[in-house]
């Protein structure tokens, strides 16, 4: 991929000039755009203790119904962005627009979990086009930097309110009716934003130096999948059984192919001359450290309080709010402090409010139903996200030259979705081990009915602990519940304590790593009218499950 070297058709406006025509609809439709697409990234949160009873799945089941929407997003994200550009970025957002209905109806109408992951993988392409093309067709009808701030930081907070409401959505549906019905509602508000965009924008592109890496995306795609579907399944299915090991080393096969693709490629998805640069290097590590301790607790938080403790999903929403709204509520905060206070800074607090909530969570009670205990944690860990969240692209932008900022901006944001991306994967993969392990070593000092022995090692042989823990009281393998819910309480602790440690090394990493690092002096310019590289490709990361 390489950096715009067009201009506009003309020269860049003064500060006075009026807004291009279209401006209001044209923010209009991009807020909802990207206010549907983290919906539709949100919604499984507090459903998944009802797909786990109505679907029958077990816990990589569940994990794949997140993970298959973040996996489509950081594969695609990069060509959606070129493909807007060279074809139109009107038509890149009503197809992702469609591509969501599509896919919020296949999980709406899914008889099966299988069913409901191509669902998921469908609106995670579409909002991963609904991402980059909504943040540039924005960034294209502003006339100024300041205008162009305004409004990416109004597009921001409406990404981050989908991912606030999106959990409370889910659970009031579910209380009123069936979480199929939550699925409609999306499909509703997609074919809103559908109807919005082909009203109220008109087409714009910037094919200028814009060019398909098809070997790159390709080779990144199916080594991605593959590695993490060995680690999805490997806890379950065991991690020496053919299908895991052949997944994991094609896909690290496909990995290598993909960089050394990527260091011949004209036009390369990732540009990894960037990683010559000690700062960068940093600020990438962390960003995917940092954003797979943030998901994972999410999708820990969800697990704990859904197929763990089969609470109500309204009450599975609440946490969510302390975990995404200070996203929304901070945005005039954050903004104000990264333009006094070094992101690095900002970054590094972040990781470390980050990092003291997600320690706080181990210390809670499975067998404890209350909420309260999750306020401060999750608090903590919100206003820590709502810090990182911009700091780490401003922290990249800070450590190259003006001219690399695009490439910079859009490379660090792909690495904190792959953060996101990991995130449910490792903590399902800790979580759902050591709970097998300690559910099996419980079971064997039990004393229960042979029979009840019997059916409960059966049963966790097929869905691991949590299908114990969901039998109905009265049948063969219930009398094992408690030693389930143990297990899977002793499982998630130990998935919080590594997000806690993930978060605590993301924050040392900033801090030490940024020692001796200067800012290259970034004069200030007029904007114009075409969006510049790193609003072209430096598109913000979902900011929830």
């Known amino acids: 991929m390489t950096l715009n070297k067009g201009t506009a058709t003309s020269h860049g406006p003064t500060a006075g000039a009026a807004r291009k025509p279209g401006y209001a609809g044209t923010l209009a439709a991009t807020s909802c755009a990207v206010f549907v697409a983290q919906v539709a990234n949100a919604l499984p949160a507090s459903l998944n203790g009802l797909f786990q009873e109505d679907l029958n799945t077990h816990g990589s089941q569940l994990t794949w119904i997140t993970s298959a929407f973040m996996v489509a997003v950081v594969c695609f994200e990069f060509t959606f962005g070129v493909l807007g550009d060279r074809f139109g970025r009107k038509k890149l957002i009503t197809a992702g627009a469609g591509l969501l209905a599509i896919g919020s109806a296949v999980a709406a109408v899914a008889p099966s979990v299988q069913v409901l992951w191509v669902g998921a993988a469908l609106n995670g392409l579409g909002a991963g086009a609904l991402f980059p093309g909504s943040l540039t067709m924005l960034a294209s009808v502003t006339r100024t930097p300041r205008e162009r701030a305004q409004a990416v930081a109004l597009w921001s907070g409406f990404l981050s309110a989908g991912a606030a409401l999106s959990p409370l959505l889910g659970g009031v549906f579910a209380e009123v009716g069936s979480w199929r019905g939550s699925f409609w509602v999306l499909v509703a508000l997609a074919v809103v934003s559908m109807v919005l965009t082909l009203l109220l924008t008109s087409e714009s592109k910037s094919p200028e130096g814009r060019e398909l890496d098809i070997p790159?995306?390709?080779?990144?795609?199916?080594?991605?999948?593959?590695?993490?579907?060995?680690?999805?399944?490997?806890?379950?299915?065991?991690?020496?059984?053919?299908?895991?090991?052949?997944?994991?080393?094609?896909?690290?096969?496909?990995?290598?192919?993909?960089?050394?693709?990527?260091?011949?490629?004209?036009?390369?998805?990732?540009?990894l001359s960037l990683f010559r640069n000690r700062a960068f290097t940093v600020s990438s590590v962390v960003a995917v450290i940092g954003m797979l301790a943030f998901l994972g607790a999410c999708f820990a938080t969800s697990m704990w309080l859904g197929p763990v403790q089969h609470q109500d999903p309204l009450r599975v929403a609440i946490p969510f709010l302390l975990l995404q709204g200070p996203a929304f509520v901070l945005i005039p905060v954050v903004s104000r402090l990264l333009h006094r206070v070094a992101p690095t800074w900002l970054l590094t607090s972040g990781f470390a409010l980050m990092s003291i909530g997600c320690f706080l969570c181990t210390g809670l009670d499975v067998a404890d139903p209350g909420l309260t205990a999750f306020v401060v944690p999750d608090l903590l860990i919100g206003i820590g996200f709502a810090l990182c969240v911009s700091s780490v692209t401003a922290v990249a932008l800070d450590s190259v030259p003006p001219q690399l900022a695009g490439m910079a901006s859009a490379t660090t944001n792909m690495l904190r979705d792959l953060g996101f991306a990991l995130g449910p994967v490792v903590v399902g993969a800790v979580a759902l081990s050591k709970a097998a392990s300690a559910f099996s070593s419980n079971l064997s000092g039990a004393d229960l009915p042979a029979e009840q022995l019997g059916a409960a090692r059966g049963i966790a042989g097929q869905g691991g602990?949590?299908?114990?823990?969901?039998?109905?009281?009265?049948?063969?393998?219930?009398?094992?519940?408690?030693?389930?819910?143990?297990?899977?309480?002793?499982?998630f602790g130990t998935a919080f304590l590594i997000c806690g440690t993930a978060a605590a090394v993301a924050a040392v990493l900033t801090a030490v790593g940024m020692i001796g690092v200067r800012s290259p002096d970034r004069s200030s310019g007029q904007g114009s009218a075409e969006p510049t590289a790193t609003e072209r490709d430096g598109v913000p990361a979902p900011a929830a499950m």
Not at 232 to 245: F, I, K, M, Q, R
Not at 468 to 477: D, E, I, K, R, Y
């Open 216 to 271: 790159g995306q390709i080779t990144f795609a199916i080594g991605l999948i593959l590695v993490l579907y060995a680690a999805v399944e490997g806890p379950e299915s065991g991690w020496t059984t053919l299908p895991v090991l052949l997944s994991g080393m094609l896909g690290l096969v496909f990995l290598a192919g993909f960089v050394l693709v990527e260091v011949g490629a004209k036009s390369p998805i990732f540009d």
């Open 465 to 491: 602990p949590i299908a114990v823990n969901s039998l109905p009281p009265g049948t063969p393998g219930s009398a094992a519940h408690d030693l389930a819910l143990d297990a899977l309480g002793s499982g």
